[in-house]
Protein backbone atom coordinates (compact mmCIF):
# COMPACT_ATOMS: atom_id res chain seq x y z
CA UNK A 1 0.00 0.00 0.00
CA UNK A 2 2.59 2.30 0.94
CA UNK A 3 4.96 1.47 -2.20
CA UNK A 4 1.92 2.23 -4.17
CA UNK A 5 1.58 5.55 -2.77
CA UNK A 6 4.89 6.21 -3.16
CA UNK A 7 5.21 5.57 -6.73
CA UNK A 8 2.00 7.41 -7.13
CA UNK A 9 3.47 10.40 -5.58
CA UNK A 10 6.70 10.35 -7.50
CA UNK A 11 4.60 9.69 -10.58
CA UNK A 12 2.97 12.93 -9.75
CA UNK A 13 5.96 14.61 -9.15
CA UNK A 14 6.91 16.99 -11.76
CA UNK A 15 10.61 15.87 -13.47
CA UNK A 16 12.56 18.79 -12.29
CA UNK A 17 11.62 18.44 -8.91
CA UNK A 18 11.97 14.51 -8.90
CA UNK A 19 15.96 15.71 -10.09
CA UNK A 20 16.19 18.41 -8.43
CA UNK A 21 19.64 17.79 -6.55
CA UNK A 22 21.54 16.86 -9.87
CA UNK A 23 19.96 19.72 -11.67
CA UNK A 24 20.91 22.23 -9.47
CA UNK A 25 24.55 20.70 -9.17
CA UNK A 26 24.78 20.73 -12.66
CA UNK A 27 23.17 24.00 -13.22
CA UNK A 28 26.02 25.52 -11.06
CA UNK A 29 28.78 24.05 -12.56
CA UNK A 30 27.84 24.97 -15.99
CA UNK A 31 28.00 28.38 -14.78
CA UNK A 32 31.00 27.91 -13.45
CA UNK A 33 32.70 25.56 -16.60
CA UNK A 34 32.59 26.23 -19.58
CA UNK A 35 29.80 28.89 -19.50
CA UNK A 36 31.45 31.13 -16.96
CA UNK A 37 35.27 30.50 -17.77
CA UNK A 38 34.71 31.12 -21.69
CA UNK A 39 32.80 34.34 -20.33
CA UNK A 40 36.21 35.40 -18.38
CA UNK A 41 38.31 33.72 -21.78
CA UNK A 42 36.09 36.57 -24.04
CA UNK A 43 36.17 39.77 -21.89
CA UNK A 44 39.89 38.87 -21.99
CA UNK A 45 40.38 38.50 -25.48
CA UNK A 46 38.43 41.44 -25.99
CA UNK A 47 40.72 43.92 -24.10
CA UNK A 48 43.90 42.22 -25.68
CA UNK A 49 42.60 45.66 -28.04
CA UNK A 50 44.14 48.04 -25.61
CA UNK A 51 47.55 46.80 -26.53
CA UNK A 52 46.36 47.46 -30.41
CA UNK A 53 44.50 45.94 -33.65
CA UNK A 54 47.83 43.64 -34.38
CA UNK A 55 47.35 42.47 -31.33
CA UNK A 56 43.39 41.59 -30.77
CA UNK A 57 43.58 40.21 -34.63
CA UNK A 58 46.37 37.91 -33.50
CA UNK A 59 44.18 36.94 -30.59
CA UNK A 60 41.01 35.95 -32.89
CA UNK A 61 43.28 34.53 -35.34
CA UNK A 62 44.55 31.63 -32.72
CA UNK A 63 40.88 31.21 -31.85
CA UNK A 64 39.94 30.89 -35.64
CA UNK A 65 43.27 28.34 -36.50
CA UNK A 66 40.92 25.66 -35.15
CA UNK A 67 38.92 25.76 -38.30
CA UNK A 68 35.86 23.61 -39.11
CA UNK A 69 36.60 22.47 -35.43
CA UNK A 70 35.53 25.90 -34.43
CA UNK A 71 31.66 25.33 -34.94
CA UNK A 72 31.60 21.92 -32.94
CA UNK A 73 33.72 23.73 -29.79
CA UNK A 74 31.48 25.91 -30.20
CA UNK A 75 27.75 23.92 -29.89
CA UNK A 76 30.27 21.34 -27.04
CA UNK A 77 31.54 23.97 -25.07
CA UNK A 78 29.76 27.35 -24.98
CA UNK A 79 26.05 27.06 -26.95
CA UNK A 80 24.60 23.69 -24.95
CA UNK A 81 26.09 24.53 -21.85
CA UNK A 82 24.61 27.57 -22.15
CA UNK A 83 21.22 27.25 -23.09
CA UNK A 84 21.10 24.54 -20.20
CA UNK A 85 21.82 26.98 -18.11
CA UNK A 86 19.72 29.38 -19.16
CA UNK A 87 16.83 27.01 -19.55
CA UNK A 88 16.80 26.19 -16.10
CA UNK A 89 17.79 29.46 -14.52
CA UNK A 90 14.22 30.27 -16.45
CA UNK A 91 12.31 27.08 -15.10
CA UNK A 92 13.43 28.14 -11.27
CA UNK A 93 12.39 32.18 -12.47
CA UNK A 94 9.05 30.51 -13.52
CA UNK A 95 8.41 28.50 -10.22
CA UNK A 96 9.37 25.20 -11.97
CA UNK A 97 12.12 24.49 -9.46
CA UNK A 98 11.71 25.84 -5.67
CA UNK A 99 13.91 28.32 -4.24
CA UNK A 100 15.95 26.88 -2.23
CA UNK A 101 19.35 26.13 -1.20
CA UNK A 102 22.35 28.89 -3.05
CA UNK A 103 19.74 31.85 -1.69
CA UNK A 104 18.69 30.82 1.84
CA UNK A 105 21.41 33.21 3.17
CA UNK A 106 21.21 35.77 1.51
CA UNK A 107 19.26 39.21 1.30
CA UNK A 108 16.29 39.68 -1.05
CA UNK A 109 18.24 41.77 -3.20
CA UNK A 110 21.03 39.98 -3.85
CA UNK A 111 18.73 37.27 -4.74
CA UNK A 112 17.02 39.34 -7.02
CA UNK A 113 19.90 40.72 -8.72
CA UNK A 114 20.92 37.66 -9.58
CA UNK A 115 17.68 36.75 -11.12
CA UNK A 116 17.49 39.86 -13.12
CA UNK A 117 20.97 40.33 -14.34
CA UNK A 118 20.43 36.64 -15.38
CA UNK A 119 17.72 37.68 -17.37
CA UNK A 120 19.37 40.63 -19.25
CA UNK A 121 22.36 38.67 -19.92
CA UNK A 122 20.67 36.08 -21.85
CA UNK A 123 18.88 38.83 -23.89
CA UNK A 124 22.21 40.24 -24.28
CA UNK A 125 23.80 37.16 -25.73
CA UNK A 126 21.32 36.33 -28.11
CA UNK A 127 21.25 39.91 -29.39
CA UNK A 128 24.90 39.62 -29.30
CA UNK A 129 25.30 36.57 -31.15
CA UNK A 130 23.02 37.66 -33.82
CA UNK A 131 24.90 40.94 -34.24
CA UNK A 132 28.60 39.89 -34.75
CA UNK A 133 28.32 35.47 -34.94
CA UNK A 134 28.43 34.36 -38.01
CA UNK A 135 24.97 32.43 -37.03
CA UNK A 136 23.59 35.94 -37.52
CA UNK A 137 24.20 36.79 -41.21
CA UNK A 138 20.79 34.96 -42.70
CA UNK A 139 19.08 37.51 -40.22
CA UNK A 140 20.83 40.59 -41.07
CA UNK A 141 23.04 40.46 -38.58
CA UNK A 142 27.08 38.61 -38.40
CA UNK A 143 28.50 42.34 -38.82
CA UNK A 144 31.93 40.74 -37.21
CA UNK A 145 34.64 39.39 -40.03
CA UNK A 146 37.23 37.61 -38.20
CA UNK A 147 40.22 38.68 -40.94
CA UNK A 148 39.37 41.95 -39.88
CA UNK A 149 38.59 41.42 -36.31
CA UNK A 150 39.05 45.24 -34.33
CA UNK A 151 37.99 47.48 -37.54
CA UNK A 152 34.26 45.32 -37.93
CA UNK A 153 33.85 45.28 -34.30
CA UNK A 154 34.57 48.95 -34.03
CA UNK A 155 32.37 49.91 -36.38
CA UNK A 156 29.65 47.64 -34.94
CA UNK A 157 29.88 49.22 -31.15
CA UNK A 158 30.43 52.58 -32.54
CA UNK A 159 27.25 53.92 -32.04
CA UNK A 160 26.00 55.54 -28.51
CA UNK A 161 23.30 53.26 -27.63
CA UNK A 162 24.57 50.30 -28.85
CA UNK A 163 27.81 51.35 -26.37
CA UNK A 164 24.98 52.00 -23.68
CA UNK A 165 23.57 48.54 -24.05
CA UNK A 166 26.46 46.65 -24.22
CA UNK A 167 27.45 47.89 -21.13
CA UNK A 168 24.32 47.00 -19.67
CA UNK A 169 24.83 43.66 -20.76
CA UNK A 170 28.05 42.98 -19.97
CA UNK A 171 28.18 44.23 -16.48
CA UNK A 172 24.68 41.69 -16.11
CA UNK A 173 26.85 39.13 -17.11
CA UNK A 174 29.86 39.87 -14.76
CA UNK A 175 27.57 39.99 -11.97
CA UNK A 176 25.88 36.86 -12.60
CA UNK A 177 28.57 34.88 -12.91
CA UNK A 178 30.69 36.66 -9.88
CA UNK A 179 27.95 36.96 -7.59
CA UNK A 180 27.22 32.40 -9.16
CA UNK A 181 30.50 31.99 -7.51
CA UNK A 182 29.44 32.80 -3.65
CA UNK A 183 26.27 30.72 -4.72
CA UNK A 184 28.33 27.62 -6.21
CA UNK A 185 30.45 27.49 -3.04
CA UNK A 186 27.32 27.19 -0.96
CA UNK A 187 25.36 24.04 -3.53
CA UNK A 188 28.69 22.43 -3.17
CA UNK A 189 29.15 22.79 0.39
CA UNK A 190 32.76 24.13 -0.51
CA UNK A 191 31.87 27.28 2.09
CA UNK A 192 29.59 26.35 5.12
CA UNK A 193 30.32 29.30 7.97
CA UNK A 194 30.12 32.78 8.40
CA UNK A 195 33.56 32.92 7.84
CA UNK A 196 33.87 30.86 4.88
CA UNK A 197 31.00 32.88 3.12
CA UNK A 198 32.21 36.35 3.84
CA UNK A 199 35.69 35.71 2.24
CA UNK A 200 34.10 34.30 -0.37
CA UNK A 201 32.07 37.27 -0.55
CA UNK A 202 34.97 39.27 -1.00
CA UNK A 203 36.49 37.07 -3.85
CA UNK A 204 33.64 37.29 -6.09
CA UNK A 205 33.75 41.47 -5.46
CA UNK A 206 37.61 41.24 -6.50
CA UNK A 207 36.77 38.87 -9.63
CA UNK A 208 33.77 40.99 -10.43
CA UNK A 209 35.55 44.33 -10.36
CA UNK A 210 38.36 42.71 -12.51
CA UNK A 211 35.89 41.12 -15.16
CA UNK A 212 33.90 44.33 -15.28
CA UNK A 213 36.92 46.80 -15.82
CA UNK A 214 38.20 44.42 -17.92
CA UNK A 215 34.81 44.56 -20.09
CA UNK A 216 34.55 47.94 -20.50
CA UNK A 217 37.91 48.48 -21.14
CA UNK A 218 37.32 46.04 -23.82
CA UNK A 219 34.49 47.76 -25.25
CA UNK A 220 35.98 51.38 -24.66
CA UNK A 221 39.26 50.15 -26.55
CA UNK A 222 37.04 48.69 -29.48
CA UNK A 223 35.50 52.04 -29.62
CA UNK A 224 38.76 54.35 -29.66
CA UNK A 225 39.99 52.23 -32.76
CA UNK A 226 41.12 54.02 -35.62
CA UNK A 227 39.21 51.52 -38.48
CA UNK A 228 41.00 52.79 -41.70
CA UNK A 229 44.67 52.20 -39.66
CA UNK A 230 43.29 48.94 -37.92
CA UNK A 231 41.75 47.77 -41.50
CA UNK A 232 45.97 48.54 -43.17
CA UNK A 233 47.38 46.44 -40.04
CA UNK A 234 44.58 43.69 -40.02
CA UNK A 235 44.74 43.26 -44.23
CA UNK A 236 48.69 42.85 -43.09
CA UNK A 237 48.61 40.57 -41.02
CA UNK A 238 46.29 38.53 -43.22
CA UNK A 239 48.54 38.59 -46.60
CA UNK A 240 51.12 37.57 -44.10
CA UNK A 241 49.13 34.69 -42.95
CA UNK A 242 48.26 33.24 -46.43
CA UNK A 243 51.96 33.75 -47.21
CA UNK A 244 52.58 31.17 -44.23
CA UNK A 245 49.76 28.72 -45.28
CA UNK A 246 50.92 28.91 -48.82
CA UNK A 247 48.50 30.62 -50.53
CA UNK A 248 50.05 33.80 -51.79
CA UNK A 249 53.31 33.65 -53.75
CA UNK A 250 55.92 36.13 -51.33
CA UNK A 251 57.54 37.42 -54.93
CA UNK A 252 54.10 38.02 -56.08
CA UNK A 253 53.21 39.95 -52.60
CA UNK A 254 56.60 42.02 -53.07
CA UNK A 255 55.73 42.80 -56.35
CA UNK A 256 52.50 44.14 -55.17
CA UNK A 257 54.52 47.01 -52.50
CA UNK A 258 57.40 47.87 -54.99
CA UNK A 259 54.25 49.29 -57.34
CA UNK A 260 52.76 50.94 -54.71
CA UNK A 261 55.89 52.96 -53.71
CA UNK A 262 56.93 56.14 -55.12
CA UNK A 263 60.06 55.82 -57.42
CA UNK A 264 63.23 57.61 -56.09
CA UNK A 265 63.84 61.44 -57.01
CA UNK A 266 60.16 61.62 -58.15
CA UNK A 267 59.14 64.44 -55.19
CA UNK A 268 59.90 67.75 -56.59
CA UNK A 269 59.14 66.84 -60.80
Sequence with gaps: ?????????????????????????????????????????????????????????????????????????????????????????????????????SYTYSGNIRYTLQRVTGMIAFAFIIWHIWQLHAMGKPLGGGAFDPHHAASTASEALRPMVVAVLYSIGVLSAVYHFSNGLWSLGITWGIWTSPAAMQRANWLSIAVGVALGAAGLGGLGGMRAVDVEEAKVIESRMAEAREMLEGKVDPSQADESEDEGEPEQGSEGE
Design 1 to 101: MSSSTQSSDAGDTPFLERHQFLIYRLFSLSGLLPVGAFLVVHLLTNASVLAGPGVFQSRVDLIHSLGPLLPVVEWAFIFLPMIFHASVGIAIIAGGLPNVG
